[in-house]
């Protein structure tokens, strides 16, 4: 059965020269031309899901960077620029002047 | 001599020329077919947050931009989604901001003694990948020396020395502290007898560094003050982390590791919901709490009470009383983020 099934590949994707008849109809031609465009449309979309295919492959074995370094690098990250900072109490009036503007922001978006 | 003339003549017919075309034709669809089936067998099965996804979900609206119809179809997508992916009943919540109620916290980093339960308790209640590779947590706490924060300490140093900004103070009385000290320490107990502690979360900023620079606004100010995420509108760009002079964000590098025993089911669309590989998450004062009325669950575990929560636009709120009476400072409030998470000592 997979013989046949073979074979039967075979003849669509390659007809017999021998058949071809310079006195077909016009009809027979179009027909022929129309088969051999699906057959390409079809050996084109192959190829191109099988490149694509291979290409996913290929990418995917590229070695990526250790997981847990980006995570930890992400969780680390600026710890020297916060370090070195100095943090300045808010005096009475920094506190009060923000309070307010913070509630006036609040009222002119609502 | 003639077999040779033969072969020749036969060489140069059309029928072989039309044979290796046929030869390479052929050779050419088996490769194409054999590759497709190479490909599809080879293909990593799908993440399990992205398996179920659905055409609808993936081409969904910014979540401002929704009208109430499309986000409750969103959140039912979502719930059916959870629920089926983590084997219980999942919800997921979209309530908006409360009326009136502009969020503040604030932290005494005199009472806090480093145990970190705030960061376990994050972990667990906003859903966050966790496992060794995957671990994200959005509070982190950094261990400083002991004596850094007192006054006379800086004065008896002299001043000046280094010039650099200063806010608030004068040359002759400065009143600033320099930290200097390290994240993830690892202590066998808490507090360690040299050595304060410094929670760091997103600072909820009324002008957020990082929704300025959102190239698709899926990050943005909730009017109740919280700075929120929408992760299915999230390309991944990291322009946000890059962004936040706090480096509070987290970036999802992979798939997040969520057992779905520790799974916690209640969620909110803007908050606590599990995320995906390559979107940014962050601290949301635990919407899904905090607009029903609860604490955030940093604040609840707290066991020295460090960590107050409260409405900036109420006077008698605990926040807003700890910023009339205590000494107050911001973190980098030289860049105008005004952030409204305050440190503060009795």
């Known amino acids: ?49 099988g490149a694509a295919g ?7 074995s590229v070695p990526h960077p250790d997981q847990k370094e980006l995570y930890t690098k992400d969780a680390h990250a600026g710890e020297q620029e916060l370090a070195e900072r100095e943090y300045v109490l808010m005096s009475d009036r920094e506190k009060r002047e923000m309070v307010q503007s913070f509630v006036d922001n609040y009222q002119d978006q609502s | 001599m003639s077999k040779l003339n033969n072969k020749q003549n036969n060489k140069n017919s059309p029928a072989e020329e039309v044979t290796r075309r046929d030869f390479l034709r052929k050779a050419g669809a088996y490769s194409a077919a054999s590759l497709t089936g190479a490909a599809m067998l080879l293909s990593p099965k799908p993440a399990r947050a992205t398996k179920n996804v659905t055409w609808a979900e993936h081409f969904q609206k910014n979540y401002r931009l929704m009208t109430d119809e499309e986000k ?18 999942v919800t997921v919540d979209d309530a908006p901001a409360m009326d009136g109620v502009l969020f ?44 850094k924060f007192s006054e006379k300490d800086r004065d008896d140093g002299g001043y000046p020395q280094d010039f650099g900004i200063q806010v608030g103070g004068n040359a002759y009385k400065p009143a600033g502290v320099v930290l200097e ?43 109740d003050g919280i700075v929120v995420i929408d992760y299915n509108w999230c390309i991944g760009c990291r322009m946000c982390i890059g962004a936040c002079p ?7 590098w992979g798939e ?84 409204k998470f305050f440190y503060f000592m009795d």
């Open chain 1, 54 to 60: 291979m290409a996913k492959v290929v990418v995917d």
């Open chain 2, 181 to 223: 000290g390290q994240h993830y320490y690892e202590a066998d107990k808490v507090p360690e007898k040299d050595a304060f502690y410094l929670p760091m979360q997103c600072m909820q900023c009324e002008k957020p560094p990082c929704v300025k620079v959102c190239p698709v606004r899926t990050t943005y100010r909730d009017p």
């Open chain 2, 72 to 89: 409750k179809e969103a959140i039912d997508r979502l719930v059916k989604r959870y629920s089926e992916e983590f084997g219980k009943t």
């Open chain 2, 246 to 252: 706090y480096w509070a964000r987290r970036f999802n």
């Open chain 2, 256 to 339: 997040p590791d969520l057992p779905a025993e520790e799974m916690n089911p209640k969620t909110h669309y803007l908050g606590n919901r599990p995320r995906m590989k390559g979107v940014v998450e962050k601290c949301t004062f635990c919407v899904q709490r905090t607009r029903k009325g609860r604490w955030t669950g940093c604040v609840e575990v707290c066991p020295v009470g460090a960590r107050k929560l409260g409405n900036l636009l109420d006077p008698e709120s605990d926040v807003r009383k700890i910023l009339a009476t205590k000494k107050v400072f911001r973190l980098r409030a030289d860049l105008n983020t005004y952030p």
């Open chain 2, 104 to 147: 503040g916290y604030a932290l005494n980093i005199q009472k806090c003694i480093g145990c970190r339960r705030c960061v376990k308790a994050c972990v667990a209640e906003n859903n966050q990948s966790r496992g060794d590779k995957q671990q994200i947590e959005w509070i982190r706490v950094m261990r400083l020396e002991k004596g």
């Open chain 1, 1 to 49: 059965m997979l013989k046949r099934s073979i074979a039967a590949i075979r003849q669509w994707l390659s007809p017999d020269p021998g058949a071809r008849n310079p006195g077909a109809s016009r009809e027979d031609a179009l027909r022929a031309s129309r088969r051999g465009f699906f057959r390409k449309a079809a050996l084109g979309a192959a190829s191109v899901s």
